[in-house]
């Protein structure tokens, strides 16, 4: 199922078979288990597009480019290439987990698409909209290439991107960076939904609403609403929440397919749809104050209301003390700045 108006670059790929990080095939120096097609033919094939036609790779060694925990999908490689020319370069390899219920359940949604299309079709051609009318930071990654299960695509380290601590809730500064880019993100929607109706089509229903996984699904995040339930009995006068979670084991599917349905009367953008903070690189200043934000991770993106994106974000990244006493300012500077973009592209392109 593809939908991307552009025919996607692909290879042959033995898909996730792994073998230890030094081959005797290549000079690859790695210290971490790798993929074996991860190697130097695949890497000069999928890059020549992106680097030229003369790229040779004299040698090149892989790491995981995220802490275990931070991705629950895919693993995340980050490869150093050096090229006979003596240039030297890096690359993060986006890998869809393979194996088991979870890999099985994810290979046959449409989430690898939805992201390849984010990332290779949507987010330039959001991104040209406002080129010449808000220069910004592009919304993601550069695509570089894609095949089955697996994605190449721009290091932002090297940019000066990284993601916050996981643990930690986010402060006022930060939050405020992400619901300017967040408003800047939905008003190009906006005004390319306007342009080109046909463009959102692969993103008209979330990943959740898929008839092909549903029962994988249901059975999924119920059990995850029950591990969260049964924690909650432990803790001393709790119970009446307890509870109520176990009322929605059963219909939590329901509920969250209920409040991400669009409806076509109110005002719909495209959405992150994953929009709390392990989803986000920052960028700081000379001060070490927040500067800019640049989101990953597009696997269910889709349109409808911009409360998808805000919500999710509200409810789980800021502190506490942010979220409590800063709620109605975010939402207020998100919508003052969603409604200045809107108006400035569309005096811009019309």
Known sequence: MLFCSQTLKSATNPFLR????????????S????????????LETSLRSEYGNTLRVAKYGVTVATAKGDNYTSTMYRVTIETTSNKTFTVVIKNLIGSGVDGCMLRQSSAFVRETRMLNVMLPRLAALLRDAIPAEPFGARYIFST????IM???????FRMVNRGVGLDLAHCLVVMRRLATFHAASVILYQQDPECMTPFLESLFSESVNE???????SGLMKRVRVEVETWPDFSHFARKLRALEKDVLGRMCRGMRRD????????????????MLF??????????????????????SPAVDLRKFIYTSPTEDVRMRHENTLLQVRAQKACSNTAFVARILN
Not at 154 to 160: H, Q, S, V
Not at 215 to 221: A, E, G, L, T, V
Not at 284 to 302: A, M, N, R
């Open 264 to 279: 076509d009367k109110a005002f719909n953008v495209l959405n992150h749809g994953d929009a709390w903070k392990n989803n």
């Open 215 to 221: 029962k994988q699904f249901q059975q999924m995040i």
């Open 18 to 29: 792994l073998q230890p990080s030094m081959s005797s095939r290549d000079p690859a120096m």
């Open 283 to 304: 960028r700081y200043s000379d001060t070490g104050q927040p500067e800019s934000v640049i989101f990953v991770d597009y696997q269910l993106s889709h349109l409808t």
């Open 31 to 42: 210290t971490v288990e790798q993929p074996v097609w991860l190697d130097k033919t695949f």
């Open 154 to 160: 721009e290091d932002l380290t090297p940019l000066g």
């Open 148 to 151: 089955d299960g697996v994605i």
